[in-house]
């Protein structure tokens, strides 16, 4: 858990900073980073697509977690917690939902989320985790700058989803072959794909319906990866 723990510490920092640069940094500037960071999502997202080598797990875990995703609607109850959050602090930023629930899935979505956890579960080495936490220290201060304290509370989902990673896979850690978390990683890019689509403004794509994709490649890996 320490790598998640430091991570956890960087976005808060990192957005601690950049609410407090909010009217220093020019909206100019924040819009060309955003758009920046939205361009930068995609391209990571493409790369870890290539990490897989079964199309087909690929394809069934888009569209049985999408199914899962759309009954469960974690679009609306990620939106709840934000809208939550933004009533309980009412008045500190108009756009407290959309930062907490953007970063929280850039924090959330990743290789380095996925791959760092399970390496630091499996063999206690947070080195990924702990590169990964001074890129999100960085991002938190774009998105922050922009989006306000939405994007400090996204530290807990942070907190909660990669520390449930490193959990589970000291639990399950004989599943957890590389081709398994090759294909995981494969679906975490088709996700951050349709994140960088979203911050880029170019449709709507509700990311946090197809969160459960990520949990398929676990039951189809026996099948698929023999």
Known sequence: MTGTLINTGTVVAGSIVG????????ARLSNRVMQ????????????????????IILLLSLVLGAAIGELLDLDAKLA???????????GTEDRFTKGFVTTSLIFCVGPMAILGAIEDGLTGDYTILL?????????????????GIGVL???????????????????VRSLLIPELVA?????????????????????KIKV???????????????????
């Open 36 to 55: 920046g960071m939205g361009l930068l999502t995609i391209i990571i997202g493409f790369s870890m697509v290539q990490e897989g080598q079964e199309t």
């Open 80 to 90: 709840w917690i934000g809208h939550t959050l933004e009533n309980r602090f009412k």
């Open 183 to 203: 294909e995981l990683t494969a679906v975490g890019g088709a996700l951050i794909i349709g994140l960088g689509f979203n911050i880029l403004e170019i449709g």
């Open 131 to 147: 590169t990964k936490a001074i890129m999100d220290g960085i991002t938190s201060i774009a998105f922050a700058s922009t989006l």
């Open 208 to 226: 946090a319906n197809l969160l459960p994709a990520l949990l398929v490649p676990l039951v189809l890996g026996k099948y698929f990866l023999a």
């Open 153 to 171: 509370f996204s530290a807990l989902p942070v907190l909660i989803y990669q520390g449930g990673i490193t959990l589970l896979a000291s639990a």
């Open 19 to 26: 609410i407090l640069l909010k009217n220093v940094i020019p």
